[in-house]
């Protein structure tokens, strides 16, 4: 059974993947509740922490139904990360996840995230401070190298592991590849078969069902598996993926009812954490996730994703759901139409 320090994780912990602007707290509460085992919280600016700016405390906050869960910080310079570990300490999660995966430029370019696979010196040094700084288990998150000429993860493993990590995710892309291609778990494997490992390794790229996880599982003996993108707007993806590894099976997909559910808690969960503005905001990049597969969809899309209020979202959903009780998705056309006010009755 895999552990991070003394926390209990579960035979095979399937991982909310950390994704900044998805997985804040409304989110993740949502995917725990699907079967997500561990949950981390997007990726957190060490220099915000220490400076106390609200995002980034923000960032911070869970809820005790949300445990395990780490608290993830990036940043350059070692001084800081070791403030910010302190700091992400005081709020009590399980453990402390150092991002040094993140290959978006804007973070690269001022030495945070992938930046250290650049500088495995620094990045080591990095890890020894957080460790010593900090009473929490501490996790890395990265990638398998650089770039094609330095996919030197199974070393930096070993040696992350003699900074006094308890745990390491890879993501099986190199930083040069970004999201491109397919994610390659040789090295993850590489990485989880080194006699000299003895923490806990967790496998990411790609992951998006469980024949799939059940593959990297057998394939590369990994002790848990984090899911991204496959989960964005899929809370379900954990059902089926725990299904399928239970018994090869694989539950109904959800019904509409148990979709629009799922939206409306969304809502009344994040407007009084983030307000309804930022709220209705972020949440128009999970719709179509939430609905996939519905038909007709598209059209009502064009209508909730421009909804100026939750009241209106509100109708959207129940029409969505009016629409398909009566056989009737087609009402949905009807939808794309601003100018046309579809009254529930109707349906
Ligand atoms: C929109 C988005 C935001 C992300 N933000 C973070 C982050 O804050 N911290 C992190 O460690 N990784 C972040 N990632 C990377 C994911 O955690 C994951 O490693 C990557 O998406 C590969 O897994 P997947 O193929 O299951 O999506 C992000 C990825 C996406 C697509």
Redesign the pocket.
């Known amino acids: 059974m895999p552990k991070i320090g003394n926390i209990e994780l579960g035979s095979f912990p399937l991982f909310l ?6 997985t804040d707290s409304p989110y993740r509460q949502i995917c725990k509740d699907y079967g997500a085992d561990v949950l ?1 919280t ?2 957190i600016a060490a220099e915000g922490l220490i400076r106390d700016a609200v995002k980034s405390s923000n960032k911070m906050r869970f809820e005790p139904g949300e445990r395990p869960l780490g608290i ?1 910080i990036f940043g350059d310079n070692v001084d800081s990360m070791m403030k910010a570990a302190a700091v992400a300490e005081a709020a009590c999660p399980d453990f402390i ?1 150092i ?1 040094f ?2 290959p978006v430029r804007k973070i690269v370019m001022k030495g945070g995230g992938a930046a250290l696979l650049r500088d495995v010196p620094k990045m080591i040094r990095m890890t020894e401070a957080v460790v010593k700084s900090t009473r929490l288990p501490v996790t890395v ?1 990265t990638r398998l190298g650089w770039d094609d000429a330095h996919r030197d993860i199974v070393d930096i493993a070993e040696r992350l592991q003699d900074a006094g990590i308890s745990g390491i995710a890879i ?1 099986g ?1 190199t930083r040069a590849q970004l ?1 491109g291609g397919e ?1 390659d778990w040789t090295l993850i494997g590489e990485v989880k078969n080194n006699p000299f490992m003895k923490i806990p390794v967790f496998g ?5 069902s469980g024949p799939k996880a059940e593959e990297m599982k057998n394939r590369y003996g990994i002790d848990g598996i ?7 707007g899929n809370p379900w993806i954990f059902r089926e993926i725990k299904s399928w590894l239970a018994g090869h099976t694989l539950p109904p997909p959800p019904s509409v009812a148990e979709r629009v559910g799922v939206v409306r808690r969304h809502l009344l969960t994040s407007i009084p954490y983030k307000g309804e503005r930022a709220t209705l905001y972020e949440i128009r990049k999970l719709y179509s996730g939430y609905f996939r597969g519905i038909p007709n969809f598209r059209t009502w899309r064009t209508r909730i994703v421009t909804a100026a209020s939750t009241e209106e979202v509100f109708r959207i959903l129940e029409n969505i759901e009016q629409s398909h009780n009566a056989g009737n998705e087609d009402n949905a056309g009807n939808a794309g139409n601003e100018n046309t006010t579809i009254n529930p009755g109707e349906i």
């Open positions: 993947a950390p994704m900044e602007d998805v981390v997007e990726f993830q996840d991002n995966g993140c998150k993501h892309r999201y994610a990411n790229g790609d992951i998006d984090l899911i991204g993108r496959a989960a964005t």
